[in-house]
């Protein structure tokens, strides 16, 4: 596990910023396309806001959600609409490399569907994620995988989640797992403090399942 100490948040995304691009140019430089993986919540607004800025070519990259709550797209509860309006409609990027999770069916068939669309994504072979960006619940939720989450180790690819506020859909902690970065995003001092906390006491709770060889937590101390 690589830890990334910061002072300011400012700093934080500039070094994101910087290993984003290398992950880039090693991929152009590769002939290669890179998948990421977005994350919700308004912990990585200012971090959108900022990749929105840079000069690549972002139709080498094809975007992903981690989770999704089971809302319309134009809900302001919305994953993807957060992620549209502070990063993708600022951005050039063919709608072709965009894969939001849908909300227009049932949400077991949104489910069922995000799941064949990634599984065509990678041609039908092992699902590994270039970058996959996660945020943290101040209850150690990442994605939409909660404490006390049944069949957390199950071979799904996506799954509907119910909660009291927002049914959800989900990336398994598998395929999190499978990715080749785990990019875990604690922008502010409580969420590392909690995060810390957590990993000391060993709670066992989804972001302490993280696969340790390929996290890089990026936080502010």
Not at 95 to 119: G, L, M, Q, R, V
Not at 181 to 194: A, G
Request: proline share 2%.
């Amino acid at each position: 596990m690589k830890i990334i100490n910061k002072k300011s948040e400012k700093s934080l995304i500039d070094q994101f910023i910087r290993d984003f691009k290398k992950d880039y140019l090693r991929k152009k430089k590769q002939n290669k396309r890179l998948s990421f993986v977005l994350t919700g919540g308004k912990s990585p607004i200012k971090l959108y806001r900022r990749l929105a800025q840079i000069n690549i070519d972002w139709n080498i990259i094809d975007l992903f959600w981690g989770d999704e709550r089971y809302v319309s797209h134009q809900s302001r509860n919305s994953n993807f609409k957060l992620a549209f309006n502070e990063f993708i409609k600022k951005i050039e990027i063919d709608k072709k490399n965009i894969f939001p999770i849908k909300t227009n069916k049932s949400i077991s068939k949104c489910s069922a569907d995000y799941s064949k669309e990634i599984k065509k994504y990678f041609k039908y072979k092992k699902i590994n994620f270039d970058c996959c960006l996660l945020g943290m619940g101040e209850d150690g939720h990442i994605a939409s995988i909660f404490p006390n989450t049944k069949n957390l180790y199950s071979k799904f690819i996506t799954k509907p989640v119910t909660r009291r506020d927002f049914k959800r859909i989900t990336l398994s902690l598998n395929v999190i797992n499978n990715s080749k970065k785990i990019l875990l995003w604690l922008n502010n001092k409580s969420k590392s403090e909690i995060y810390f906390k957590i990993k000391k006491e060993g709670i066992k709770i989804p972001v302490n399942n993280l696969n340790k060889k390929k996290t890089i937590i990026y936080k502010i101390h």
